[in-house]
């Protein structure tokens, strides 16, 4: 089992918001990346801090999916696998896609034991179109929650409580975490998800451990790295599906194809598999804040070579934003910087 060799540096990365020739406001973030080993070439915080990683981790979640079977029953495409591992805005392809999966399942939308909200963004992209009142499929979670249905179904597994911990289902979920993620999490803090699932929390460092293995699944069992596969090319062939309009997963997705597939998680948490590179990726934004993850993400992507001036342009919007007033008009930026935490004390041996 790989483990995490622990950083010898004491660096982070620290995301400044600047307006004009201040800086405004400042958020610390933690950034781990992984190789297949467990070695961090990236540690700018701690790689054993404990972090819940919530939606982050949807697309190792949704592997017990993937592995059940119930693609071919029930006749899921790529569409389906991406909607698995969203954090969706309830736009409505989003909704769409969602009553056709019902439909496949014979399942109606108070099946779902995520809980309803209206839908993030509803009116993005395109014209507006009538809002339905809140249902189980709006929610953000849904698509995961079809998935997780899907599952049960296909294992004869009970379908009332599939978000409870003692449940066949989740339990499922805990063993392909440890696994991918190669830690015990016997003992690990437990909370429960927006959704309704049980949250872990996890060491940052087997996040991005766990994350490099999904990417480059070499070590894993075979049908469990067929299913890292699969999710990962459905992810890449139906990017909209994994969030939506104007949302950064979509774009980082849909851009950097085949390169990297991203997931972010609520409270400023962020998740990337880079196959080509064989490393795994996972970052906390300390202060829960989704500017600041968004902007250290793309950060480490740029760091590690792996944006082009193209990349560059298409993901402006997320790599080193600039602010702009209400005028229109430029007034600053949000830049990405490490920072040595040690600084202050380097004489004082």
């Avoid at 009553?99 to 399942?105: F, M």
């Avoid at 597994?157 to 409870?164: E, F, Q, T």
Wanted: hydrophobic share 45%; glycine share 10%.
């Amino acid at each position: 089992m790989p483990s995490i060799v622990p950083a010898v540096n004491s660096a982070r990365l620290v995301v400044k918001v600047r307006r004009g020739p201040m800086v405004e406001s400042q958020h610390a973030v933690a950034l781990i990346v992984s190789d297949l080993t467990g070695k961090c070439p990236v540690a700018l915080g701690d790689p054993e801090a404990l972090v819940m990683p919530r939606s982050a981790v949807k697309p190792i979640q949704a592997l017990v999916l993937a592995e059940s079977g119930a693609i071919g029953t029930y006749g899921l495409d790529a569409r389906h696998l991406s909607f698995a591992c969203a954090s969706h805005n309830g736009e409505e392809p989003h909704l769409e896609l969602a009553r056709d999966w019902l439909g496949r399942l014979g399942l109606e939308d108070d099946d779902l034991e995520c809980g309803a909200h209206a839908p993030l963004n509803p009116f993005t992209g395109g014209p507006r179109y009538k809002v339905e009142p809140a249902g189980r499929i709006s929610n953000n979670c849904s698509g995961k929650h079809l998935g997780f249905l899907s599952a049960c179904l296909q294992r004869s597994w009970p379908l009332k409580g599939y978000i409870k911990a003692r449940h066949e289902l989740q339990q499922a979920i805990l063993g392909v975490m440890e696994q991918v993620c190669a830690t015990d999490l016997s003992g690990a803090p437990m909370g429960v998800d927006g959704c309704g699932i049980p949250t872990l929390g996890l060491p940052l460092g087997h996040m991005a451990l766990g994350m490099a293995r999904f990417g480059l699944p070499q070590d894993l069992p075979s049908a469990r790295a067929d299913a890292c596969q699969a999710l990962m090319q459905a992810v890449w062939d139906q990017p909209f599906f994994i969030a939506g309009s104007d949302r950064c997963c979509t774009a980082v997705n849909a851009q950097m194809r085949g390169r990297a597939l991203v997931k972010v998680g609520a409270e400023g948490v962020y998740c990337a598999a880079l196959p080509e590179l064989g490393l795994g990726l996972a970052l906390k934004a300390q202060d829960g804040s989704k500017r600041a993850a968004e902007t250290a993400l793309l950060w480490a992507l740029e760091h590690l070579g792996l944006l082009t001036l193209q990349d560059r342009s298409a993901l402006a919007a997320f790599h080193a934003p600039l602010v702009f007033n209400s005028l229109g008009e430029e007034v600053g930026q949000i830049i990405a910087e490490p920072k040595n935490a040690a600084a202050g004390h380097q004489h004082h041996h």
